[in-house]
């Protein structure tokens, strides 16, 4: 699977719109691209995922770019409780590295009051 | 739904001793995966099982680590004798088997386990 490159660290004040950039410029063309976040002492919870086109739900949206090689995670009203690691990793979704995903050191987002 | 359930939720236990830690997937997820996380190695994949058949164990880091799955809603991961440095929070996730829009991992919320 694809590799992705984060920033370690962003921060962001609550209420405001908090974009996360990533990287992933070797996607081949069945690979996903998921978002994971991890507060902390918890287990990591799927956020949203997408292959070609953007992506919205209750929590996110993802913008991908037209080439594919890079994608934002946008939470458009950032609250203190979204602070927490957020993982960008490419997979495909089937096969057998079905599962394998690589998680990196993801992004730290910190909401400031 | 219950998402993934773990046990213990923390651990600590003498170097040496044999410890088990418990894991029952999402009710219908044909995959089952066994994660540890620790500051130094950030989040690796263990081994995942697939219909109860272990997959992939080629994360296992030696063999004092041994992983089964004796039925669809039951996994274990052993580690014995433990040592200090499998100090770590080991998660356990599970994921249906169809591929498509909407298929994820879910993660249960860990056990830690400290090997003093």
Same mark, same amino acid.
């Given at each position: 699977?694809?590799?992705?490159?984060?920033?370690?660290?962003?921060?962001?004040?609550?209420?405001?719109?908090?974009?996360?950039?990533?990287?992933?410029?070797?996607?081949?063309?069945?690979?996903?691209?998921?978002?994971?976040?991890?507060?902390?002492?918890?287990?990591?919870?799927?956020?949203?995922?997408?292959?070609?086109?953007?992506?919205?739900?209750?929590?996110?949206?993802? /913008?991908?770019?037209? $080439? =594919?090689? +890079?994608?934002?995670?946008? *939470?458009?009203?950032?609250?203190?409780?979204?602070?927490? %690691?957020?993982?960008? /990793?490419?997979?495909? $979704? =089937?096969? +057998?590295?079905?599962?394998? *995903?690589?998680?990196?050191?993801?992004?730290?987002?910190? %909401?400031?009051? | 739904?219950?998402?993934?359930?773990?046990?213990?939720?923390?651990?600590?236990?003498?170097?040496?001793?044999?410890?088990?830690?418990?894991?029952?997937?999402?009710?219908?997820?044909?995959?089952?995966?066994?994660?540890?996380?620790?500051?130094?190695?950030?989040?690796?994949?263990?081994?995942?099982?697939?219909?109860?058949?272990?997959?992939?164990?080629?994360?296992?880091?030696?063999?004092?680590?041994?992983?089964?799955?004796?039925?669809?809603?039951?996994?274990?991961?052993?580690?014995?004798?433990?040592?200090?440095?499998?100090?770590?929070?080991?998660?356990?996730?599970?994921?249906?088997?169809?591929?498509?829009?909407?298929?994820?991992?879910?993660?249960?919320?860990?056990?830690?386990?400290?090997?003093?």
């Amino acid at each position: 699977d694809a590799k992705t490159t984060q920033p370690p660290s962003m921060d962001c004040a609550e209420g405001r719109a908090a974009n996360l950039p990533c990287n992933h410029s070797t996607i081949s063309g069945n690979e996903y691209v998921y978002w994971y976040r991890q507060i902390h002492s918890q287990g990591p919870q799927y956020i949203i995922h997408g292959l070609k086109n953007n992506e919205t739900n209750e929590m996110a949206s993802l /913008i991908i770019t037209e $080439d =594919r090689k +890079s994608s934002t995670l946008i *939470l458009p009203h950032a609250t203190l409780r979204d602070t927490a %690691v957020y993982y960008c /990793i490419v997979s495909r $979704d =089937r096969g +057998s590295t079905l599962g394998r *995903l690589y998680f990196g050191r993801g992004t730290q987002l910190t %909401v400031w009051p | 739904d219950a998402g993934v359930i773990q046990s213990p939720r923390h651990e600590v236990t003498e170097m040496g001793q044999e410890v088990t830690l418990r894991c029952k997937p999402i009710s219908g997820h044909d995959y089952l995966f066994w994660y540890r996380q620790t500051m130094m190695r950030g989040l690796e994949l263990l081994i995942y099982f697939n219909n109860n058949v272990p997959i992939d164990d080629s994360g296992m880091p030696e063999d004092r680590f041994s992983a089964k799955m004796p039925n669809a809603s039951f996994s274990t991961l052993k580690i014995q004798p433990s040592e200090p440095r499998d100090s770590a929070v080991y998660f356990c996730a599970s994921r249906t088997g169809q591929g498509g829009s909407g298929n994820t991992i879910y993660f249960g919320e860990g056990s830690w386990l400290t090997v003093v």
